[in-house]
């Protein structure tokens, strides 16, 4: 029973370790060092140590203040990718270390495996949040806050009441775990950002790009020769996915490729009430108002790396009402 009881609190205690490493360990061992917890599992003692106690506060308090900025809360986890699941495999290799070495093993990279998880969704996430939010920090600050209090109370509710909050766990990660390749789609597009904006120094784009043969049917006649590379969001049916935004005489259009299928969105110049072009650290934001079927106000947003500036700023300039 105690090796289940194990079990089921180091689900829980390492998906939270693949959001915030240091405040989950520094929970954990504060809960060791001064017996808030009844009953916590023998094999979490090993936290019950000062060094390691202060050297999570001090870089918990580090992620505290970097993880609220825009990008650099990115950067921060680009290189979290190679702390986060180390940290909680080796979290799981302590606590599993009286069992049998095949055993100990297998639980540290069910740990470090799980922590991977929960770090490409709150990479991802945190990606797409800062390429597409109107908020910017406001929003990094918000979620930030958040992710923070989610881990101490699930670490907390996990030590006290580890089979209720491990069953949630396992279920939670199975549910993330559908999640995971497009979450590191975006990490993808980040790493591509930042590269980008380190290029956009010595180079910018100034030829449109050529639209791919098979896209060339689903965009219609017209010009196609005016076509930028850009992702997508807000737009039904093509949100968050990387295709083409194009201009004809009549429509600003995005039309992209999805498995063996093509898609289309069509957004009637009539239609638009206005465009801005938001310049954040590593990418440019196309912001487009528009009235949709139902006469609804929306916004459309088109996401260009930095090399892609002056193509933007181009595309800004030819539609109506941009400001």
Request: glycine content about 8%; hydrophobic content about 55%; charged content about 15%.
């Amino acid at each position: 029973m105690e090796g289940l009881r194990l079990l089921m609190t180091m689900l829980p205690v390492s998906l939270m370790a693949g959001v915030n490493l240091y405040a989950t360990v520094a929970v954990v061992g504060i809960s060791a060092k001064f017996g808030l917890v009844d009953g916590m599992p023998e094999a979490l003692q090993v936290f019950d140590n000062w060094l390691l106690i202060s050297i999570a506060v001090v870089m918990y308090a580090a992620e505290f203040v970097v993880d609220k900025f825009e990008f650099f809360d990115n950067a921060w986890d680009l290189i979290s990718t190679f702390i986060r699941p180390v940290g909680a495999g080796l979290m799981g290799l302590a606590a599993f270390g009286e069992l049998d070495p095949a055993l100990s093993l297998a639980g540290a990279l069910l740990c470090g495996g799980i922590a991977l998880e929960s770090h490409s969704i709150k990479a991802g996430s945190r990606a797409v949040l800062n390429m597409v939010s109107p908020a910017e920090t406001v929003s990094n600050v918000c979620v930030s806050i958040a992710e923070d209090i989610m881990v101490f109370f699930f670490v907390i509710m996990a030590l006290v009441y580890p089979f209720v909050i491990g069953f949630i766990a396992l279920i939670a990660a199975v549910i993330l775990f559908f999640f995971v390749p497009r979450m590191l789609k975006w990490i993808f597009v980040l790493f591509k950002a930042v590269f980008a904006g380190v290029r956009s120094w010595f180079y910018l784009q100034e030829e449109f790009d050529v639209l791919p043969d098979n896209l060339k049917e689903i965009a219609g006649s017209g010009d196609t020769k005016s076509v930028i590379s850009c992702s997508s969001s807000g737009l039904k049916g093509v949100s968050g996915m990387k295709g083409f935004v194009l201009l004809n005489g009549k429509s600003l259009i995005f039309v992209c490729r999805k498995w063996f299928n093509s898609r289309k969105c069509e957004l009637p110049l009539s239609s638009i009430s206005g465009a801005r072009l938001r310049h954040r650290l590593f990418l440019d934001i196309l912001e487009v108002g528009y009235r949709n079927p139902d006469s609804k106000s929306t916004t459309a947003r088109f996401v260009f790396f930095k090399d892609q500036s002056a193509l933007a700023e181009r595309l800004l300039k030819s539609l109506p009402l941009s400001t």
